[in-house]
């Protein structure tokens, strides 16, 4: 039965008629996870290690600039730049984020995200966002009440576009995403079977 990354899983949710079913289909056929064609994962552990570390960001735009492929080196330093912006002046304390999966049905969603900062207090679990493609508050929503419903709830769970500099919050129904989400995932199944 399917097993598909949140990431994934919103951009199927929010999906309709033959784009979603190719997007499921693409997630059906698609191969092991090969760290070589992980386009983001340099730039991704430069910045978890920013924190985990304390290497500060001087080692994120370090990491850019380090990077040897001209075409990841160009959007890894965007990357940088921008969450640079977004961090500021402010100085986080880091902790593990929580990870796991929502499993419903025969299917299995994982959740990863990637950072955990305590802000004034505030524990905040973010899953990090790379992709050049805007994310709508619809698309996050769905990461986010995933990640809420799976774990404790003495944290704040967000999705951080990293190119717009946008943090984003839940909105909506906790109940009625939840419920959305398991109707997405009996699709999902019905039509895996079939692509």
Not at 181 to 189: K, M, V, Y
């Given at each position: 039965m399917p097993k598909i990354l949140m990431k994934e899983f919103s951009d199927i949710a929010i999906s309709s008629g033959t784009t979603k079913i190719s997007k499921i289909r693409r997630e059906k056929n698609k191969t092991d996870y090969n760290p070589a064609q992980d386009y983001y994962k340099q730039i991704r552990e430069a910045i978890i290690a920013s924190h985990l570390k304390g290497l500060g960001i001087s080692h994120i735009l370090k990491a850019a600039d380090d990077c040897s492929n001209p075409k990841r080196k160009s959007?890894?330093?965007l990357i940088a730049t921008k969450?640079?912006?977004?961090?500021?002046?402010?100085d986080y304390e880091w902790f593990s984020p929580p990870r796991g999966a929502f499993n419903f049905s025969g299917s299995e969603i994982v959740l990863n995200p990637e950072i955990g900062l305590i802000d004034d207090g505030v524990m905040h679990v973010i899953k990090l966002y790379f992709s050049e493609e805007k994310i709508s508050q619809n698309r996050a929503n769905y990461m986010i009440h995933l990640m809420s419903e799976q774990f404790s709830d003495t944290y704040q769970y967000h999705v951080l576009d990293i190119r717009r500099k946008k943090l984003f919050n839940a909105t909506g129904n906790h109940n009625t995403f939840i419920i959305s989400?398991?109707?997405?995932?009996?699709?999902?199944?019905t039509a895996w079977d079939s692509v």
């Open positions: 959007n890894y330093k969450y640079k912006q977004w961090q500021g002046k402010k989400t398991r109707s997405e995932i009996a699709g999902l199944e």
